[in-house]
């Protein structure tokens, strides 16, 4: 939804937020629909198999359809060393 608000002028957020809708909707239904079909004449593993196309669609749908932004890095960025270093120490300790 944040990347539709994004992209779409202002003008055209409600068609957009309609057509997310109706994905939100629709897809639980066919979804299980489908999931039972493969999973009963094909294999479980199916299910995942089936959405990386759509997957793959998607993150280059995103790509392109975003403003070029120049970067710029905040001054509260994020300090990747300890980021990383958090969850090393919460399993070290476990």
Same mark, same amino acid.
Request: charged letters at 15%.
């Given at each position: 939804?944040?990347? !539709?608000? $994004?992209?779409?002028?202002?003008?055209?957020?409600?068609?957009?937020?309609?057509?997310? @809708?109706?994905?939100? /909707?629709? *897809?639980?239904?066919?979804?299980?629909?489908?999931?039972?079909? !493969?999973? $009963?004449?094909?294999?479980?593993?199916?299910?995942?198999?089936?959405?990386?196309?759509? @997957?793959?669609?998607? /993150?280059? *749908?995103?790509?392109?359809?975003?403003?070029?932004?120049?970067?710029?890095?905040?001054?509260?960025?994020?300090?990747?060393?300890?980021?990383?270093?958090?969850?090393?120490?919460?399993?070290?300790?476990?």
């Amino acid at each position: 939804m944040a990347i !539709l608000l $994004e992209i779409y002028p202002r003008e055209k957020i409600g068609v957009a937020m309609s057509a997310w @809708g109706m994905g939100v /909707a629709v *897809g639980p239904a066919f979804g299980t629909a489908i999931g039972g079909y !493969l999973t $009963e004449f094909l294999n479980w593993r199916w299910c995942f198999y089936v959405n990386l196309p759509f @997957g793959i669609a998607a /993150a280059l *749908g995103i790509y392109f359809s975003f403003p070029k932004a120049k970067r710029t890095t905040p001054s509260n960025s994020i300090s990747w060393d300890s980021a990383c270093s958090r969850p090393r120490s919460a399993v070290s300790s476990s």
